[in-house]
């Protein structure tokens, strides 16, 4: 099977864009594809730069995403639902800690739109926590499967700990990028646009 992962990098002083990667792995932990997206630090844009991804990627063959959480970028909280929908696949959203909520954090934090904040946070919906082959426990949101059929993906592809390899690749593609970008930007500056794929 083909798995997008997904996950994210950013730094609050180098401005308000943060970086999103993907990587299109087969089970067989082959890399055959990569994309890049952006979105707001502290925004509400995630889940759009996830499906910009996806549509950017314009790839037929992969059977599952893999989102490295649902919030992300500095509280940019992902309509899982919306996303599941965009992509017509299976979906599996992954977290690695134990967590009380976050309604006290929406609130004082983004006293704006802390509403709006809880409400998609809370229709994404309660987490199903599974143990991986390697012992480690993961937190999973499942659209389009079952948390015993996601554990199955998850142990397809994760080599040891908790992290299943097309996310660990993401995240430290991101982290490059931003990296990269670093030079580029200053508390004020931001990017546009980091899109871009090869596959």
């Keep these: 099977i083909r ?24 089970s067989e932990m082959l890399v055959d594809g990569f994309v890049f997206g952006a979105c707001t630090v502290g925004g509400m844009d995630s889940t759009e730069g996830v499906i910009e991804m996806w549509r950017r990627l314009g790839r037929m063959d992969i059977n599952v995403v893999l989102l490295s959480g649902s919030v992300i970028s500095w509280f940019n909280v992902v309509d899982l639902n919306k996303l599941h929908q965009a992509i017509n696949i299976p979906l599996i959203c992954i977290s690695y ?9 929406f609130r004082k934090r983004f006293p704006s739109d802390w509403e709006q904040r809880l409400s998609v946070h809370r229709s994404n919906g309660e987490r199903s926590d599974i143990v991986l082959r390697t012992g480690y426990k993961v937190y ?14 998850l142990d ?28 580029f930007l200053g508390p004020e500056a931001g990017f546009a646009d980091v899109g871009g794929e090869t596959t």
């Design 3 to 26: 798995a997008l992962g997904v996950a994210e990098s950013f730094r609050k002083r180098l401005g308000s864009r943060a970086v999103l990667a993907g990587v299109v792995m087969r």
């Design 97 to 105: 800690r134990d967590s009380h909520g976050l309604d006290e954090v």
């Design 140 to 153: 999973v949101r499942c659209f389009g499967l079952l948390p015993a059929d996601a554990k199955n993906v």
């Design 156 to 183: 397809k592809f994760t080599v040891d700990g908790r992290y299943p390899e097309p996310v660990r690749l993401a995240k430290l593609l991101a982290r490059s990028a931003l990296n990269y970008l670093e030079p």
